[in-house]
């Protein structure tokens, strides 16, 4: 029973109700059992290869369910002896359970011998930084917090410390407080692969003289010793597989325009609005198409003199400093970071002799893409595209990624310790394949014609595959939120939205009615979504609880690949709007494919 206030004098109660299992519950339930009142093993064995589409689920797998199932039974019953059979009541728990019923495969399971540039790459920004990008601390602890969700590549900015005898990570000239280059790479050390064995890419952008960079190699080999890779010779014609590198870290360099980009920085003022500007869940992720329209307005024509040397070094010192590289520190780079000369579409032209990486802010991504997506496409089947944050996202804001994805980036970086609907996309993409930091490039991506034709990225394509989704209802928000978190006067009135991102064809967001006043809602609706890149696209979740006077409020989001999913009746954990997962809430759910 709950209470709530009610005008000054007086109190509302509600009676707390659990919600009936639904009907396609009941359903699968009374067939399974063939009306016996109750399933055992063998029935739950073959529910899960015909309902649930798991054809390699085995008696022993069916069996471990029953018993855990029935071990939770046996705690609520207080040490009264459970039967090892399951009625109506265990069967829902079970598929409400996304401990034992869940809406991905949680084991890694693609090829992981194709060279680096074959794979999609968890990519972090400014690695180091703890808020936004102009004041905020540097320090270790957002680096730990990346590599334990599984971030791969992480990003450090090097500099002399304030008597030039060591090395210190910041983001140069602006007012975040340094943190030491020791203390980064000893944590690096200790936590790369406490989510992932896949190997670790630390990319570097140096402004150090020759000397200190001497010191940075030897920090480098003896803090990580043996885990670090490079090769023997200065240039290498393919890269090396994730399965080669296994827990293995390499170095990466990058060219110093993003640094250039920040000299404006110092005189940048702080707008407080900047750094707090994401509402309740985050802005919505803009699509391609405004960002494009977006980029034509702020940068005139998309003609070809907007690509001429857009990320070449104009810092001389930085310039000199790079030519009189300590060798070394040299030898140790096993990613070089080349540099473009003159126009973009010279610099994506693949070198069969040697592989190296390019970098273009989302900004030059948008403009390459216009006027050079097959370039972008060819160059990223054998060389690595790094995408990183336009300089002006002051509060560590991040971008819509799919620009990058569709057109073969690797490495689209994001500000890990930023907030919002961008970044629950990135979550929710390397959920994929086990979680590992590790996605394989879709084969379209990989493919070349009999005359050179790559995919094109902005071709109309049919429908591949429609994908169904029932939401059944939701629960745990009682558990996990106080009484009056959503209402003061009266329970919740949630509804969920649920959508594809990906491509633009397939983008869209829906959304369920509102179920008034009830903890645990029940709506029991369906959608189709028609896909023509599934490969890459998203399923998004959101649940929202209705406010008539004020912003809805925020009730939970998840993003998965729809390539993963689990088709049937499943249980999918929801997490909050930092992406940290709920004790708690979830939603019963059901995926079809057509």
């Known amino acids: 029973m709950g209470s709530y206030k009610y005008c000054i004098c007086f109190t509302r109660k509600f009676r707390w109700k659990e919600a009936e299992p639904p009907a396609d519950v009941k359903a699968a339930f009374t067939a399974c059992s063939e009306g016996a009142g109750h399933v055992g093993p063998d029935q739950l064995r073959r529910f899960l290869a015909e309902w649930q589409k798991e054809t390699e689920a085995t008696a022993a797998d069916a069996e471990r369910i029953v018993e855990q199932v029935r071990q939770l039974r046996q705690r609520n019953l207080l040490g009264r002896v459970a039967r090892p059979l399951l009625n109506l009541e265990d ?44 004041s905020s601390d540097c320090s270790d602890v957002p680096i730990i917090k990346s590599l334990q969700k599984g971030v791969r590549v992480i990003e450090l900015d090097i500099w002399p410390n304030s008597t030039k005898d060591n090395i210190d990570v910041l983001h140069g000239r602006t007012l975040t407080s340094p943190v030491e280059l020791i203390k980064c790479l000893k944590s690096i050390k200790e936590y790369a692969f406490a989510a992932s064995e896949y190997p670790v890419i630390i990319t570097l952008e140096d402004h150090l003289t020759p000397d200190l960079q001497a010191k940075v190699a030897e920090m480098v080999t003896q803090t990580f010793g043996d885990m670090l890779y490079y090769p023997d010779t200065e240039t290498l014609e393919e890269f090396p597989s994730p399965e080669s590198l296994k827990r293995r870290i390499i170095l990466s360099t990058k060219p110093p325009k993003e640094y250039l980009e ?97 970098s273009l802010s989302e900004q030059e991504l948008v403009k390459a893409a216009v006027s050079h997506g097959a370039d972008l496409v060819r160059f990223t089947q054998k060389n690595l595209l790094r995408i990183y944050p336009k300089g002006t996202r002051f509060n560590s804001s991040n971008y819509n990624p799919f620009n990058g994805w569709m057109h073969g980036a690797q490495m689209v970086a994001f500000n890990m310790q930023g907030y919002g609907r961008s970044l629950w996309l990135m979550h929710g993409f390397y959920r994929a394949n086990g ?97 023509s890149v599934p490969e890459i696209a998203l399923l998004r979740i959101e649940v929202h609880e209705y406010d008539m006077s004020e912003k809805d409020d925020f009730g939970g989001q998840t993003c998965l690949p729809v390539s993963e999913l689990r088709p049937g009746i499943r249980a999918v954990p929801l997490f909050d709007r930092k992406g940290n997962k709920f004790k708690s809430v979830k939603l019963l759910m059901r995926f079809e494919f057509l």
């Open 262 to 358: 920040s000299k404006s920085f110092k005189n940048a003022s702080i707008n407080e609005k900047d750094l707090n500007d994401e509402e309740a869940w985050g802005k919505e992720v803009p699509d391609i198409k405004t960002e494009i329209d977006e980029s034509v307005k702020n940068d005139g024509d998309l003609n070809e003199n907007d690509d001429e040397d857009e990320d070449i070094d104009d810092d001389e010192e930085d310039q000199k400093l790079r030519q009189n590289a300590a060798p070394e520190y040299k030898r140790l780079i096993t990613i070089r970071a080349g540099k473009p000369k003159g126009h973009l579409k010279d610099s994506l032209k693949v070198d069969p002799d040697k592989v190296k990486r390019l």
């Open 91 to 134: 069967f829902h728990h079970f598929l409400f359970s996304d401990d034992l019923n869940p809406p991905l495969r949680s084991q890694m399971h693609q090829d992981m011998t194709a060279p680096l540039s074959h794979y999609y790459i968890y990519t972090g920004h400014n690695s180091y930084l703890t808020g936004n990008q102009l």
């Open 435 to 531: 979680g590992c930091g590790y996605v394989k490039k879709p084969d379209f991506l990989m493919k070349i014609g009999p005359h050179g034709e790559v995919f094109d990225p902005k071709a109309m394509l049919p429908v591949k595959k429609t994908l169904k989704v029932k939401v059944y209802m939701g629960d745990g928000w009682r558990i996990d939120f106080s009484q009056t978190h959503f209402d003061a006067y009266s329970p919740p009135d949630f509804y969920t939205k649920v959508g594809i991102a990906g491509v633009p064809a397939d983008s869209i967001m829906k959304k369920t009615r509102t179920i008034e006043d009830d903890w645990t809602p029940v709506w029991n609706e369906e959608f189709t979504f028609p896909l």
